[in-house]
Structures are given as C-alpha cells and as structure tokens.
C-alpha cells in the first residue's frame, strides 16, 4: 500500500455549470475555458495558503489549513470568475478528516464537501455547518441558512449554509430534501466521485480519471439465473453480478487504464492487462473499441463512467485494478458499465501469469457476450472450434454457458497465448509504453525493449509486429536512413506473420512498408485488407491505409478511413492530424482547423498537430502565427531539423533576425549537400520545400530525384501533389516523369485509371 497521511483540513469542491453542455457542442471552448481557470485561479489559492489537490475535468479539489482562508479564497475565486465568460462556479467548502494515499485524497472531508457543492447557487458558495460556525465570527461574511438535505450516500444530515456576502447570490432554501422531489440526483454518483475507502471494510476505489465502485455488486435486478465465468486455475472467478444484458445497436467500448495497487511493481501491469483485453476485442467486427491513446487522455482525470464514454464516443466503459504480488502472480477487478450504470463485475485473485492471458481472454469475451457479440475463435484450442462446428446452433451468442464451454475445451487443450515468458510479456508491455510517446528517444527504447523481449522468447508474433512498427516510423520519420531501417521492419512483420498469420497488425505493417518503401501498391493493398478482416478495430491500419488512397489521389475513399480511424481513436494526436489532412483536402477547412487546435491543446507534446497547424500558417502567410509553432516544436524535440528549418523560413519571411535565420539555413543545407551520413537523414520533403520557398525550383526537383533514388517513403507521398505538405511543385508533369520508378502511374493504368 502507498504510504498514507491524515489531517484536518477545510476542503473546496468546485464545479463549473454547463460545462457538459459546453464540451458537446464546442470541445476548443471548453478547453480553452479550463486553460483559463488553472491560469486565474492557481496564483488566488497559493495567495491564501491552499493546496491544489486535484484537478477533474472542470472541478477542482483544493484544500487549506483554516476555514477562514478557504471561504476567503472562494469570495476571491467567484470574483475572479467573473470576468470570464462561461466560468459559472459552485462552491461547496466542508472541514474535516481527509487521507492522502499516494496520489488519491480519501475521506469524509471530500466526500462531504462534494456532496454539499451542488446546493450552491451558480457563482455562489455553500458552506457545511462546521465551516459556519468557524467563520460566526468574522461580521463581514454574512451567510442564510438554506436547510437540512439528506445528502446522498450519507448517514448524517447537517445543516448546509450558504454565503450572501459580497455579492454573491443566494440559493434557493431546501425544503423536503433534495433530489427526489425535484427528479434531479445530487450526489456525485452523477458527477464527480470521492467515494470514501474506510479501514477493515470494502470501501470504495478512487480509479485514476473516475471514481466508480469496483467491488460493490450491481443493483438486485441486474442478478438473474446467468451464471457469471471464474477463471481457470489459480484464481477463482468471485462474480459480483450476473444478469444477461439485452444486447443494444452501435456497439462501443472504451477501456480505460487500470489502477495499479501495491507500489510501482504493479505500473506496467495497469497498461498491460487492459491492452490485452483491448487487442481481444479488437477482433470484433460488430464493435468499436477505442484504442489506448485516446483512453489513457482520462488517466488523471476524474469523471463519471457516463461522461468519460460521452468524450470517448463509446457506449460501454471497463475500468479495473490490478496488483502485482509475489512470484509472478496478480490480483484483478474489472467493471464494466453503461452509463452509470454497472452491468458487470468481477475478481481474480493470485492469477499465475500463464494463466493471465487467458484470463485477459476471457474477459473480452465475457464483454462481448454483455453486448451480444462473440471474439472469434481465432486463438481458441482446437477442440473448441471443433466443439462449434459440430454443433453450429450452439453458438456462442446463443449459449449462455459459453464461457463454462470455452473453459471446458480449453482442459482438452490449451490456447495458444503471445508468450508465456513472464519476462518476455512485461519487456513487451514497457517497449509499447515507450512506441507510444512516438519521440526519438521513445522510438529507440522501444526498439531495446522490443528485442528484448524476442530474445527472452524468439516466437512471440507481438513482440516481432511492434518491433517492425518502430523501424518503419523510424525511418518515416528520418531518424534512420530508410534502406536500414525499412528491410528490418520487413523482416519483423514477415516473422510476425510467419508465428501468428492472423494478427492483423502485422498485416497493417507489412501493408505500410509494401506502401512507401517496396512500391508494391497490389500487395500493399491486400495486406491492409488482411488487417482490417482479423483486427476490424485497429485504429492506425485505417490510418495507413487511407495513405494508400492518398497516393492513389483518391480523397474520398481517403477520408472515408481515416474517419474510421479517428473514430477508434478520437483522441490521438497523430490521427487526429491525420484526419484533420484529409479534411481539409476534401473542403472542409474549417473542421480540419478546429481538429488540429482540439489535438494542440490536449496534446501539447506532440508535434504532428504542431507541424500540421504551422504549415497551414505558412501557406497561407502568416508568418507570425507559424513561427512559435516551430519554436515548440524545436523545444519539445531539439533534433527535429523540419522545425529548425521552419523557424529560419519564418523568420526570413518576417524579415526579422535574418542572420540567425540565414545561419540555420546555411548549417541544414551543408549537411543536405555532404553526400555523407548527415545527408541521409535529411527529410528530401523538406529540401524541397526550403528550396521551394527560396525560389530555386531546380534544385527542388532534384531533390524529388533523390527521393526516388534513396527510397524515401516521400516518394510514394509525392504522387498526392498535395499542397498542404512539403512535396507540392508546380511542374506535376515534370515531377510525374521523375516517380516513374515508383511505378505508381503503371499501377493506376492497371486499374483502369488515367
């Protein structure tokens, strides 16, 4: 357990009204309105001795040593508030016990305070009875008694004031409690969650970005005779729930990060398992399962299950935890909810980990099952795909007793797993925490932890897909030289497939390296169909493929999947820049500018957005808007040398600091003409769009030459004439007749197109 501390504290609950309203029909605003708020409002609460505990969504959890700065504080918060349009505030400030358990805050203290801000009119504060009596002293904070509500969840009532000094408004008085009367539930069950963890009693679970109770059984009539699965092995399956769910059209389900128990040695697990489950369900045509990227945004943030799946576009949600314990064994709860609602739970105890994967397994199909679906049976034993092809009227919809069956046959012969190297798995759970951050120095580690985890075990097909993703971004992105990195992605995806011919992310590799460095549009194409027929729900083959269809200048097939890319994802960066491109070339600037911002302001470390945003400003002319783009870019990444460059054209545009601009310039094209190592690793896309800008036309189409000659995926890119990227010429026809070894015109003549 985390290291815990309690005291006394006053506690500040705030929430801004409308805000839900707000993120639906205008997610920048909304964000931008949050922006504000910790701007506004960080320096007030340092002023008056507060703690920023925690930030959820668009409330605040704020803490102080005496009620009497608390109160003061919010006086100033609603103040400040009010110069900011939409910064609507409640206030609701309670005294009392709280615990801070690592990074959780626990106790009644929050639980009340939550609970009491609600009652606040908007842009008023509502203060506890304790916070009353401590500041009856002080004449100029006048406050109105406004009754005595049954707080939900709470055994206690006590008197709820609020203050009408200042300015502030007055709530309304309470009569007859609250809630039921008025067909409105305050209770943060439907807002924001601090349920209370109480010593030696099953508490409540704050799970990193919601507050939900994992272990507490559903309600009475979610129970009927629909028996719940129990894992195999080690750990018994201890069903909290068990009612057979009507299944429901638009399938969607997002998976959240769980929360790891025990110290650091349960981290990577907290990714790990729920990725699995992911990677499962993944291969369900019939549903829509969020990919990592976008779920992991709510890692930190506390929200209801409800608003997290709104955001996420999902309908059902899974959130958990996970402990690591001694000997390579593991502690698991799931829930599955709709709404608020909690259709599903469970828990593993001691789960060895050759029985872990089968357990990741077992719960993807059992939330398939929920939602009326089945996970193919493509890692299953043989004797259960035999046990359904002879009786094809069982199937596993059909059969409530299908996770029993599946176990059964699973006794006859065990499944197919990844790996059942312990070693291998968490080496491969930390390469991909590394792919993810999609930085040089990510990409590198990834590639370490990638190839350890294939010398721990040489057959394990995963380990080999994701090592074949980092080289061939690596060489996307010039951090090696193509002809290094290209055939060693080729070589991963080939052995990937050779180990496991139905894993659809190598498909989506090999269709990628088939694409940009191999030129074989043919096979290139059948590969990502491949992808998409056994993984249906892998966000980045939409994405990959839809540049299939741009090389083709086919921009409405284009568009049409890298919409169903973002809708996998919706909130990575790097497709949603994607998406925003195709937007954009299919007359839709205004979305296509909005999308980039959205991905800027929630992802301030990546730098496609970035780069997306600043070439828009460039083409267009403004210079100035363009510049502090690549400033952070520059800063966030030093050795982007497009960012580099991107300052210098700026700046000489601007006609400002033109000798350090020249100066950049000169340094990025001594190394473009070296012929030796820097050379290759100098983006040709970018050559030509320096020396397009510099009004040497000559010299960038040579350097369209030497992509063609070096193999750079622009190349292939070059075919779009896409003017929103580097690569555009104006002498297509010149162009044209330097690509034809990429054989792309061939290719379109073969299909029956000019």
């Known amino acids: 357990m985390p290291n815990s501390s309690r005291k006394l504290a006053a506690i500040v609950f705030t929430d801004i009204a409308g805000f839900t309203e707000l993120s639906a029909s205008d997610e920048l605003k909304s964000l931008k309105l949050l922006e504000n708020q910790r701007r506004i409002f960080q320096p007030i609460v340092s002023e008056f001795g507060g703690q920023w505990l925690k930030e959820m969504g668009d409330g605040l959890l704020l803490s102080f040593e005496s009620s009497l700065n608390a109160v003061r504080c919010a006086v100033e918060l609603q103040m400040a508030a009010r110069a900011v349009e939409g910064l609507a505030l409640r206030i609701g400030i309670h005294q009392g016990d709280i615990v801070l358990q690592g990074s959780e805050i626990l106790g009644d203290g929050v639980n009340i305070a939550s609970r009491i801000e609600p009652l606040a009119p908007v842009g008023g504060v509502a203060l506890s009875e304790k916070i009353h009596q401590d500041i009856s002293s002080h004449p100029e904070l006048t406050t109105k008694l406004l009754g005595r509500p049954d707080l939900k969840g709470l055994a206690q009532q006590l008197n709820v004031y609020c203050l009408t000094s200042h300015g502030l408004p007055e709530g309304e008085v309470i009569e007859g409690g609250l809630g039921e009367s008025s067909g409105e539930t305050v209770g943060v069950s439907n807002s924001r969650a601090f349920w209370?963890?109480?010593?030696?009693?099953?508490?409540?679970?704050?799970?990193?970005?919601?507050?939900?109770?994992?272990?507490?059984?559903?309600?009475?009539?979610?129970?009927?005779?629909?028996?719940?699965?129990?894992?195999?092995?080690?750990?018994?399956?201890?069903?909290?729930?068990?009612?057979?769910?009507?299944?429901?059209?638009?399938?969607?389900?997002?998976?959240?990060?769980?929360?790891?128990?025990?110290?650091?040695?349960?981290?990577?697990?907290?990714?790990?398992?729920?990725?699995?489950?992911?990677?499962?369900?993944?291969r369900v045509k019939e549903l829509k399962v969020i990919s990592r990227r976008s779920s992991e945004v709510f890692r930190n943030d506390l929200k209801t299950a409800k608003e997290i799946a709104e955001r996420l576009g999902a309908r059902w949600l899974l959130v958990g935890t996970v402990q690591l314990k001694a000997e390579e064994k593991l502690s698991i709860s799931v829930e599955l909810t709709q709404g608020n609602e909690i259709k599903w739970s469970e828990k593993w105890d001691e789960v060895g980990f050759k029985d872990l994967l089968r357990?990741?397994?077992?719960?993807?199909?059992?939330?398939?099952?929920?939602?009326?679906?089945?996970?193919?049976?493509?890692?299953?034993?043989?004797?259960?795909?035999?046990?359904?092809?002879?009786?094809?009227?069982?199937?596993?919809?059909?059969?409530?007793?299908?996770?029993?069956?599946?176990?059964?046959?699973?006794?006859?012969?065990?499944?197919?797993?990844?790996?059942?190297?312990?070693?291998?798995?968490?080496?491969?759970?930390?390469?991909?925490?590394?792919?993810?951050?999609?930085?040089?120095?990510?990409?590198?580690?990834?590639?370490?932890?990638?190839?350890?985890?294939?010398?721990?075990?040489?057959?394990?097909?995963?380990?080999?897909?994701?090592?074949?993703?980092?080289?061939?971004?690596?060489?996307?992105?010039?951090?090696?030289?193509?002809?290094?990195?290209?055939?060693?992605?080729?070589?991963?995806?080939?052995?990937?497939?050779?180990?496991?011919?139905?894993?659809?992310?190598?498909?989506?590799?090999?269709?990628?390296?088939?694409?940009?460095?191999?030129?074989?549009?043919?096979?290139?194409?059948?590969?990502?169909?491949?992808?998409?027929?056994?993984?249906?729900?892998?966000?980045?083959?939409?994405?990959?493929?839809?540049?299939?269809?741009?090389?083709?200048?086919?921009?409405?097939?284009?568009?049409?999947?890298?919409?169903?890319?973002?809708?996998?994802?919706?909130?990575?960066?790097?497709?949603?820049?994607?998406?925003?491109?195709?937007?954009?070339?299919?007359?839709?600037?205004?979305?296509?500018?909005?999308?980039?911002?959205?991905?800027?302001?929630?992802?301030?470390?990546?730098?496609?957005?970035?780069?997306?945003?600043?070439?828009?400003?460039?083409?267009?002319?403004?210079?100035?808007?363009?510049?502090?783009?690549?400033?952070?870019?520059?800063?966030?990444?030093?050795?982007?040398?497009?960012?580099?460059?991107?300052?210098?054209?700026?700046?000489?545009?601007?006609?400002?600091?033109?000798?350090?601009?020249?100066?950049?310039?000169?340094?990025?094209?001594?190394?473009?003409?070296?012929?030796?190592?820097?050379?290759?690793?100098?983006?040709?896309?970018?050559?030509?769009?320096?020396?397009?800008?510099?009004?040497?036309?000559?010299?960038?189409?040579?350097?369209?030459?030497?992509?063609?000659?070096?193999?750079y995926p622009l190349a292939a890119w070059l075919h779009s004439n896409d003017d929103d990227d580097e690569g555009s010429l104006p002498d297509q026809s010149r162009v044209r007749k330097i690509l034809e070894p990429v054989g792309m015109q061939e290719y379109k003549a073969g299909l029956g197109e000019k």
Not at 221 to 236: E, F, L, M, T, V
Not at 446 to 460: H, Y
Not at 477 to 485: F, G, M, T
Not at 613 to 627: I, M, N, T
């Open 359 to 711: 357990v990741q397994e077992d719960i993807a199909r059992e939330i398939a099952r929920k939602m009326g679906q089945t996970v193919p049976p493509i890692q299953i034993a043989s004797a259960y795909i035999d046990e359904l092809e002879q009786s094809p009227s069982e199937s596993v919809t059909a059969n409530t007793n299908a996770p029993r069956t599946l176990l059964a046959a699973r006794a006859k012969m065990p499944p197919q797993t990844p790996t059942e190297n312990f070693k291998a798995w968490v080496a491969y759970l930390e390469g991909r925490k590394q792919w993810i951050k999609r930085t040089d120095e990510g990409l590198r580690r990834a590639r370490e932890k990638f190839t350890q985890a294939i010398g721990f075990d040489e057959n394990f097909a995963l380990a080999h897909c994701y090592l074949a993703y980092v080289d061939m971004i690596m060489a996307v992105y010039n951090v090696e030289r193509p002809e290094d990195a290209m055939p060693r992605a080729k070589r991963a995806a080939r052995r990937a497939l050779e180990l496991n011919p139905s894993l659809g992310e190598a498909h989506a590799a090999m269709g990628y390296i088939q694409l940009l460095y191999d030129w074989d549009f043919a096979a290139s194409r059948e590969s990502f169909e491949k992808a998409i027929k056994y993984n249906p729900n892998h966000a980045f083959t939409y994405c990959w493929y839809g540049q299939y269809f741009q090389v083709l200048k086919d921009d409405k097939k284009r568009l049409e999947l890298t919409q169903m890319a973002i809708e996998r994802e919706p909130l990575n960066p790097v497709i949603m820049a994607v998406h925003a491109k195709s937007l954009k070339i299919n007359g839709a600037p205004d979305e296509a500018r909005a999308l980039v911002e959205r991905a800027i302001e929630t992802h301030s470390d990546c730098a496609l957005p970035l780069k997306r945003r600043a070439l828009w400003y460039f083409k267009d002319g403004e210079y100035a808007k363009a510049l502090p783009l690549y400033r952070r870019v520059k800063a966030l990444h030093p050795d982007r040398i497009w960012a580099q460059a991107g300052e210098a054209m700026c700046l000489l545009k601007l006609g400002e600091d033109e000798e350090k601009a020249r100066a950049i310039l000169d340094n990025i094209l001594s190394k473009a003409n070296s012929g030796g190592a820097d050379q290759e690793l100098i983006p040709p896309g970018l050559m030509i769009w320096i020396h397009r800008n510099l009004g040497e036309p000559e010299k960038a189409y040579r350097w369209v030459k030497h992509s063609v000659e070096r193999k």
């Open 196 to 282: 209370v963890s109480a010593a030696g009693a099953l508490g409540f679970i704050i799970i990193g970005v919601l507050a939900v109770n994992l272990l507490t059984p559903p309600v009475e009539d979610q129970k009927s005779g629909d028996q719940q699965s129990s894992a195999n092995g080690s750990g018994a399956g201890n069903s909290s729930s068990g009612g057979s769910i009507e299944p429901i059209g638009g399938n969607s389900i997002a998976i959240l990060p769980f929360q790891a128990q025990g110290g650091e040695s349960s981290g990577i697990w907290a990714d790990g398992v729920p990725d699995d489950i992911r990677r499962h369900l993944s």
